[in-house]
Each structure stands twice: as C-alpha cells, then as structure tokens.
C-alpha cells in the first residue's frame, strides 16, 4: 500500500490548500536579539508552506519559494526570467509601476542571449586561478589596514578602517579605476541598492555613475593600462557596454564583500568559540567563508519571472507569475544543513546559495573568496581580543537594502 501522503487525493488536498490559503506579504520582521536569524515566519513558512502565494505591494499575486530544494531549483530553470521589467517588488519601493528594463552592463536584468555574450566575455578574466593571483597584493593590502588599525586603535569602526577598504582598493585595482573615487561610488552605489530610495534619485546616482566611467572608457581606449577595463577595450564592446559593464563590476565588487566581512565579523564576535577556534587554526579560512556565506546571506532574496507555465513543488506556476526565492530560509533549510542556526566554521558548507546559483551565480565569487579568505583570519590572529565597542543590539543594522549587514561596526581590543 502507498504512503498516504504518496496518494493522488492528498497531493490534490494540498495543492488545493496552498491556492485556496490566503497569500502573504513577505515577512521582513527577524527575531528580536537575533541579528542574524531569518524573519521567524519565513522560517515557519519554510517548514509548513515552502512554496505559498505572494501578495505584492502592486497588487500582483505570485510566489515565494523558501526551502533549499526548491529555491535551487527556480534559479537554475531557464523558464524564469530575470528580466526587471517582468518581476514584480515584494517590498515598497520608490519605483510605482513596472520596473525599467536593465541598464546596459547590468547582467543581473539580463536573459540570454544578451547575459551569455556578457558573461562568456568576463568569466575567463574572474577564474579560480586569476583570482588566486591576486592573493598576494589583497594579503598585503589586508596587512596594511592592520596596521593602519592598530596605530589608529584601540577604538575603529571596522566598516570604515577594514571592511571597505579591502574589496574597494582590491576591484579599483583590478579594474583600473583610482582608489581616490571609491567612496563617490560607494556612496551612488548604496542610493541605488536603497529601497526607499526614489526613482529620480537612483537615477541621478546611476547618471553621475554613468558619466564619471565613461570618460573613464575613454581615457583607457586612449591610452591603455595594465587592468581589466583598459583590457575589456579590446574587446567588440561598445563605450556604452562598457561603461555599463564598470560600473555593474564596480557596485558589486565594492558593497557586497565589505558587508560580508563587516557583518561576518559582529557574527564570530557573536560567535565567540568560533573565533577562537578560527583564530587558533587560519587553515579552515576556505570553510570559515563557506559556512559565514551561508549562515549570513547577505542577498537574502532574489525574483524571478515564469516565461511559460511551470509546475514546481506540485503547484503551476503560471506565465507572467513572479516568484521571490528566499536564499536566507534555503540556507538554514535542515533538510540541506543539520543544525542549520548553528554557526560551525568547521562545518562543509557545499551547495551554499550566499554566491546565487545557475546563470546568475556572482561572477566575481572567487575574488570574494580571495578578499575573504585574506581578511577573517588576519584579523583574528593580529587582534585576539577583539570585542564590539558598543551593546550588540545597538549595532545599526543594513536594514531596508538590497544586501543586508552593518553600517558601522564599532569594536576595540586590548585589555577589558
């Protein structure tokens, strides 16, 4: 005899209870003290719902997907578009309306083909092996900000004095963009990636963005130098792709590994048996970056639009329907990690979704690990008793952004 749960009338049953439940808002509120937790009912969802209706602030009804399996699944489907004009925002936003197609360069938005030639053009130039390259001159420059840290000591803001500093000389460098503009792009890149945020002034930060780079392209075209951009100019790209694509690679390369080591640090300070034990043994650096990847997520969401219908974990989706996939909740999902609130850095964090997956998995991952790998250990070891400056619950949080984390890290060291 089949399992009853195997039976035609209970998959009926269920199906029919997830279409006829009432559509939720996505919910944003984490546990209270719990900084690095997912909001507990996108936790409860995962565990009763893992693929329920989506209510949407512009009245459309989709979905939300939010168990490993399923998440997993929807990225690597090329029967889900990431095209923004055809997704709809689960959050309030500044945008009213449908969302603008995606700027030029900027392959998050793209399909293929225009994202394959994009990304066969660039992924030659951010292999394991390339980056790996770079481990010396991101090891000297993490050297550097310690010291840097420690005559400035023995209290910093960790985002300011380390965290930023890293990633931003790291992709200037790389990219052949002066370190001297990095905050003029930090500070566009982080009215971009606001929610509240108008339309107008992400505009205006992506105009200033735009300009700035493109007499950068032109500079490089001109007269080239020993980087990527002035290499990329080679290439059958337009001034304007180019422009774009800087610009894309710069936003990312600057914000996202800066909040990982910012807010993976308040997380071993949080953490302090794994601290120590990281501290003790710099040789589990590749697992430590794994496992904080997946026990932070700092890209907690991502959408995707059905091309077609689509059947996915029993239900149809159907064409036009966006579907929000919770890599926060697919991360802690205890069917893929045992103990998955746990943080471990021993742990073996394969199939970790903090990078995305399919298509669209982060290009410039392997440099992220890079930085990482450089920054956690180094800084353990140099400060041994590094401790927040302030009470945990007054370290302001990312909140209200694309990519969550801290916007300061007070911390100090030393004698108590």
Not at 201 to 216: I, N, P, S, V
Request: proline residues 7%.
């Amino acid at each position: 005899m089949p399992h009853e749960s195997s039976t035609p009338a209970h998959t009926k049953a269920l199906d029919e209870a997830v279409l006829a439940a009432e559509p939720v808002r996505l919910p944003v509120e984490r546990p209270s003290g719990c900084p690095f937790d997912p909001p507990t009912e996108l936790t409860r969802l995962r565990e009763e719902r893992p693929l329920t209706r989506l209510s949407f602030p512009d009245g459309h009804v989709g979905w939300l997907a939010t168990s490993h399996a399923l998440v997993r699944a929807v990225l690597s489907d090329s029967r889900f578009s990431s095209r923004y004009e055809l997704l709809h925002l689960p959050m309030e936003t500044g945008y009213t309306g449908e969302m603008p197609p995606a700027p030029i360069g900027d392959m998050t938005g793209m399909d293929a083909p225009e994202h394959t030639r994009y990304r066969r053009l660039l992924a030659g130039k951010f292999t394991v092996r390339r980056m790996n390259l770079l481990s010396e001159r991101v090891e000297q420059i993490t050297t550097e900000h310690l010291d840097a840290m420690e005559r400035q000591g023995p209290t910093v803001d960790l985002v300011k004095a380390y965290a930023q500093p890293i990633p931003a000389l790291t992709i200037c460098e790389l990219l052949g963009v002066p370190y001297t503009e990095h905050e003029f792009f930090q500070q566009n890149t982080e009215t971009i990636m606001l929610h509240s945020s108008t339309m107008e002034e992400r505009a205006a930060a992506m105009t200033a963005m735009e300009e700035y780079l493109h007499q950068l392209v032109l500079a490089k075209r001109a007269a080239p130098t020993d980087d990527l951009l002035s290499d990329l100019t080679t290439s059958d790209l337009t001034d304007e792709e180019l422009t774009g694509l800087a610009g894309f690679l710069l936003g990312a390369g600057l914000d996202t590994t800066a909040n990982m080591i910012a807010y993976g640090t308040f997380a071993l300070l949080s953490n302090p048996e794994q601290f120590e034990a990281l501290r003790a043994d710099p040789g589990i650096a590749d697992q430590a970056v794994e496992e904080l990847m997946r026990y932070l997520t700092i890209a907690q969401i991502g959408g995707r639009s059905a091309l077609e219908d689509v059947e996915l974990g029993g239900e149809l989706i159907k064409a036009g329907e966006t579907v929000i996939v919770a890599h926060e909740t697919a991360n802690r999902d205890p069917l893929k990690y045992p103990d998955p609130d746990v943080l471990d850095l021993r742990r073996t964090a394969t199939g970790q979704l903090g990078f995305g997956h399919g298509i669209h998995q982060c290009l410039g991952q392997q440099l992220a690990r890079v930085e990482m790998r450089a920054a956690f250990p180094a800084l353990v070891t140099r400060f041994p008793t590094l401790r927040l400056a302030i009470p945990a619950d007054e370290v302001p949080l990312r909140t209200g952004m694309n990519i969550f984390g801290v916007h300061k890290l007070p911390v100090t060291w030393g004698e108590a």
